[in-house]
């Protein structure tokens, strides 16, 4: 049973409805960890904002080399960045945010390879993204979401390889890890 993406937000597809309930629980996910739980920062989070500090030319105190190495937070916290007006924290909680949206249609997806039941795949998706570590963790900024997507993602493309073991597959699965 191979999933094709694609067609999910077709107006007939029967995958619309559960990921419309997917995305409007993570949006109020969202606004509850927002509104109604402190936002702090982490050692981790001033890492990633200096490393976009530094690669896009402004000075800093320290460099972290392994935020260098590892560039898809600092670029995305600079892509978000002027949106507002040169606001780290908010651009950095916006990457947070988008990833977490993204983060909530990989899982279903991944779901959805182990299952036919597309409820029972809605269900799994909506318990790990109300999960305390994912809320606390991933919606705070103690780290990026963008590697707890990636995984979920690799996990996919590992899962359609073993099951369809073409190139298309290998390479897709490849280039995500």
């Known amino acids: ?3 094709e993406v694609k067609h999910w937000f077709a107006a007939d597809s029967p995958h619309a409805r559960f990921l419309c309930v997917i995305f409007l629980v993570a949006t109020l996910n969202v606004f509850v960890r927002l509104n109604f739980i402190p936002l702090t920062i982490s050692t981790d989070g001033y890492s990633y904002m200096d490393s976009a500090r530094l690669i896009s030319g402004g000075e800093v105190e320290k460099t972290y080399p392994g935020r260098l190495l590892k560039p898809l937070a600092p670029l995305g916290i600079l892509l978000f960045t002027p949106l507002f007006h040169g606001n780290m924290v908010a651009g950095f909680l ?6 977490y949206i993204l983060l909530a249609a990989a899982m279903y997806a991944l779901l959805s390879l182990f299952t036919t039941d597309r409820f029972l795949a809605m269900q799994g998706t909506l318990i790990f993204i109300s999960a305390y570590p994912v809320l606390e963790y991933g919606l705070n900024l103690y780290s990026e979401m963008g590697s ?3 995984f979920v993602v690799a996990l996919i493309g590992a899962v359609r390889y073993y099951r369809d073991a073409s190139w298309r597959n290998f390479i897709i699965a490849s280039g995500v890890i």
């Not at 916006?94 to 990833?99: K, S, V």
């Open 1 to 3: 049973m191979m999933i």
């Open 94 to 99: 916006t990457l947070n945010i988008f990833l």
């Open 148 to 150: 707890w997507l990636l």
